[in-house]
């Protein structure tokens, strides 16, 4: 035989959590906003793009999987 129990948090803890959930609002818009920026990026297309390819593929480019990012971002940090 199985018992179930209902349980309900104390209305001071709901309140608290849609506080923090109101503040917490704004720093969510923000970083979703910086990673649609991100993933916008030409560079970030390029790195899905090879990425997409076989092993193959990229051995005619003269490419490894590992290398793909240090490729396509070599003129800008180096790694």
Do not use: W
């Not at 709901?14 to 990026?41: C, D, H, Q, W, Y």
């Amino acid at each position: 035989m199985a018992y179930t129990t209902h349980h309900t948090a104390p209305a001071a803890s709901a309140s608290a959590t849609s506080v923090l959930k109101i503040l917490a609002k704004p720093f969510v818009v923000i970083g979703n906003g910086l990673i649609a920026m991100g993933e916008a990026n030409d560079r970030s297309r390029k790195v899905r793009t090879l990425m997409a390819l076989s092993d193959a593929e990229l051995a005619e480019r003269g490419l490894k999987r590992d290398e793909i990012v240090q490729h396509v971002f070599s003129d800008v940090y180096y790694i």
